[in-house]
């Protein structure tokens, strides 16, 4: 079983960073491909960003430039870059851990994270 912690959530204006990590622990040689999801107020939980084991990459289209995912395999950690934030980025943001590499399939996620708050606004 693999354990998914989120941190560096917060209040940022618009055209701000903010910089999340996910720290894993457990069963984690099991996970190939880890992502960065978010859900707003009354919208379905939509995928932001994955990466893989070897570092291939993939971005929802609305993110695209502005965010960057990491992953450092030796500390079991994934890092999500958010710069020129705006106020539709407003969600709560979800680290999840997937066996399936290179998924960007909601439901082949199996372990997620208790989620962090990134609240844009001025």
């Known amino acids: 079983q693999v354990q998914l912690v989120e941190s560096g959530g917060g209040l940022v204006q618009p055209g701000g960073s903010l910089r999340l990590s996910c720290a894993a622990s457990?069963?984690?040689?099991?996970?190939?491909?880890m992502g960065w999801y978010r859900q707003a107020p009354g919208k379905q939980r939509e995928l932001v960003a994955t990466?893989?084991?070897?570092?291939?990459?993939n971005y929802a289209d609305s993110v695209k430039g502005r965010f960057t995912i990491s992953r450092d395999n030796a500390k079991n950690t994934v890092s999500l870059q958010m710069n020129s934030l705006q106020r539709e980025d407003t969600a709560v943001y979800y680290c999840?851990?997937?066996?399936?590499?290179?998924?960007?399939?909601?439901?082949?996620?199996?372990?997620w994270g208790q989620g962090t708050q990134v609240t844009v606004s001025s």
């Open positions: 999840a851990a997937s066996e399936i590499r290179g998924t960007q399939a909601t439901d082949d996620f199996g372990s």
């Open positions: 457990g069963t984690i040689f099991s996970i190939n491909t």
């Open positions: 990466i893989t084991n070897s570092g291939s990459t």
